[in-house]
Structure formats: C-alpha cells, structure tokens
C-alpha cells in the first residue's frame, strides 16, 4: 500500500473526517466478532493479529486524529497526519478484513435505505452505526460519553438530527432496521441475536442520548442535516 500524505493533506478535510469514522468502528466490530467467533470478511475465524491491529488503529485515531485534522486544514504533513492515515487506511483495512464486521457496518447499509441519507459519506453513516451498535451491546456509559464526546469534535454526526432523520420518522427507522438486519448480514455477527425491532429501538435511543452527554460536556448542539446540501 503506497499513499501520498501530502494528498491527503491537500484534500478537502471533511474526506479525511469520513476516513475516521469509517475506521473508528474496526475495533468496535472486531471485538463483538471476535467474542461472538463469528466469520470475518477474509472468510475464517478472526486472528490474534487481526484484533489486535483493529485496537491499535483505535487507539492511534484518538491520540492523533485532532491534530491531524488540524494539519490538514492548513495544507501540512504532520507526524499526526501521517499515524492517522495508517491508522485509517492500513490498520483499519487488516482489522476489518481479519477482525470481522458486526452491527455498525449492517447499519451503515440499512441506512441507504434512507433517501434522506444519500447526500452523507461511507464514514458518517458508519459513525452512526458504531454508536448505534454500542447502544445495542449496553455499553458503559463512560465509553458511550468518550465516543460522543470525541466524534463530535472530530465532526462527525451522532444523532439522527445530522444524517436527516428523526426519533419520529417511525417508517424510515423501521426501512433501515429491515434492511440491517437481513440474514446476509454482518449484524448477527453480533454475540447476541439482534432484531429490526433491537435495531429501530436503538437507534431512536441516540438522538436523546448524544444530545444529552453533548450539553453535559459543552459541546455544540446537532445541526440539522438537508440531504440537498
């Protein structure tokens, strides 16, 4: 794999945004694979190193990816930059291809059933997915606040108010959670089975739950999302 940073670099910001959104959720699906020895996307059992690796891109993407962020917007190359991108792009590719897949990615496609969501990149429908599938799990809630904390200063959406929908778009919710949930999908990766009922609940969860932990830490409120922009 050979990538040019200063590309990268010289790219609008919001490409590399959606990059970590997509590569945020490795680790979060990995490690429901793995619990669960489900198939990964290489087609056997997830390896040692494949999990492994799907952590260590987590962690590289929280200690740099601000910075790096921050590097892009001024058109340099950094050390951030250049950890983040193999995060994004190295490490996440081998963790998903070699951790395995679950619910964030199932959702991401149930979310193209959305017609409201088209407009939206891979990586933010998948940030919503990740959070979507920490709410089904019954994740710490410390470990929910850190990751809505830090997508939202990445600027990445997590609530329905930023992909174009809503806790009362009743039917929509119930399109994506049917499509999520077909059976060639990685959402019964899962340790548990999951339902489109599990699914509409989960998501309709999120838009309270970000809100919330977004005032108590002084983040800025959700900006609603038009898919004509």
Do not use: C
Not at 43 to 67: D, M
Not at 89 to 107: K, N, R
Not at 168 to 188: C, F, K
């Amino acid at each position: 794999m050979l990538i040019d940073t200063q590309l990268v670099a010289n790219a609008p910001v919001q490409f590399l945004v959606a990059g970590i959104g997509d590569a945020l959720a490795t680790w979060i699906e990995a490690r429901a694979s793995a619990k669960a020895a489900a198939t990964t996307m290489a087609g056997g059992l997830a390896t040692q190193a494949g999990t492994a690796l799907a952590e260590l891109s987590w962690r590289i993407i929280h200690e740099n990816a601000l910075s790096a962020l921050d590097a892009v917007r001024d058109g340099i190359v950094t050390p951030a930059l250049e950890s983040l991108v193999e995060a994004n792009t190295l490490l996440s590719g081998l963790g998903f291809e070699s951790g395995g897949l679950a619910a964030a990615h199932a959702i991401h496609n149930g979310l193209t059933a959305a017609p409201q969501t088209h407009g939206l990149t891979h990586g933010q429908k998948v940030n919503i997915g990740s959070l979507t599938q920490l709410v089904l799990e019954g994740a710490p809630r410390a470990e929910i606040e850190d990751f809505v904390e830090f997508t939202t200063r990445v600027g990445l959406p997590n609530t329905l108010t930023e992909i174009g929908l809503s806790p009362d778009d009743t039917r929509a919710l119930e399109a994506v959670a049917a499509a999520a949930t077909v059976e060639s999908e990685t959402i019964h990766s899962m340790p548990f089975p999951v339902t489109a009922d599990d699914v509409v609940a989960a998501l309709t969860s999120i838009e309270r739950l970000s809100r919330s932990i977004r005032a108590e830490k002084g983040l800025p409120e959700p900006v609603e999302y038009e898919a004509a922009h």
